[in-house]
């Protein structure tokens, strides 16, 4: 539904006239095809589409798409179809104006503006992905997994994997010109990790010793896994996980 926040009143009721929506996951403001006078909206549902609106105080009007099929035809459809089921996470890049998303199917996504938001880059996360933020060379996700995953943009493979949580991951910022994220889960923790090339490098090759046995972990891998709660308040949130089980 669509307020005006001046007065209260509900201007517009947003429908899918073709298919039944379910559950609303996120919204997402377009910022460059929206203009002063209406903006381009983005929905996503527990359902695997991904819905354009186009609205305006008068109006509120469904976006039809555009896309190729294998003849290179040029054929409309009512939605964007990139995922197997839910989407969980929206947000467009502020160079390019490409949509990146989240997904329960376990993955997420680039989909190009150019070519009509068909998938640019695939990031198998695994299990439901809930979070997915961007920097210029990594792409970072996060979800029930409870791990945080590090991907080279440029490669798009899998650099690092930061473990410490222990229940699902929900939610990712990234911090300090792109050289941390924070990570926020369902455990109760406000985790931050370094997103720098030499500590992300540091890290890989310390984990690689300690799973050969060769070193015991060491400050810099137990760095990345501190939390913004004191030692005492997770021990206590971890000895209520407990109970709850």
């Known amino acids: 539904m669509v307020w005006d926040t ?5 201007l517009h009721t947003l429908r899918d006239k073709s298919d039944t929506m379910l559950a609303i996951q996120y919204l997402a403001v377009d910022h460059i095809d929206s203009t002063s006078d209406e903006i ?3 929905s996503s549902s527990s359902d695997p589409k991904i819905r354009r609106w186009r ?6 009007d469904q976006i039809v798409e555009e896309a190729e099929n294998k003849t290179n035809v040029s054929t409309n459809k009512d939605a964007i179809h990139e995922h197997e089921t839910s ?3 929206l947000f467009f890049d502020s160079d390019e104006g ?3 998303t989240a997904s329960a199917d376990g993955n997420a ?6 070519r009509q938001w068909a998938t640019e880059e695939t990031y198998e996360h695994g299990d439901y992905v809930r979070a997915i933020a961007v920097t210029s060379d990594w792409v970072i996700t996060a979800g029930r997994s409870e791990d945080v995953k590090v991907w080279n943009r440029n490669t798009g493979k899998l650099f690092y994997v930061y473990d410490g949580h222990y229940e699902e991951v929900t939610g990712l910022v990234v911090m300090n010109e792109g050289r941390q994220v924070i990570s926020v889960s369902i455990d109760g923790t406000v985790r931050t990790w370094s997103l720098t090339k030499g500590d992300l490098e540091k890290a890989r090759t310390e984990k690689e010793d300690i799973e050969k046995g060769i070193v015991k972990e060491t400050h810099l ?7 913004l709660m004191t030692a005492e308040e ?5 000895e209520l996980m407990d109970d709850s089980d």
């Open 6 to 10: 001046a007065t209260g009143e509900r």
């Open 98 to 100: 490409d949509l990146w």
């Open 40 to 42: 381009v909206l983005l």
């Open 87 to 89: 989407v969980y996470r």
């Open 55 to 60: 609205i305006s105080l008068a109006s509120a």
């Open 234 to 238: 997770e021990a206590e949130l971890a």
């Open 109 to 114: 996504k680039c989909l190009s503006r150019a």
């Open 221 to 227: 891998v137990a760095e990345a896994k501190k939390s």
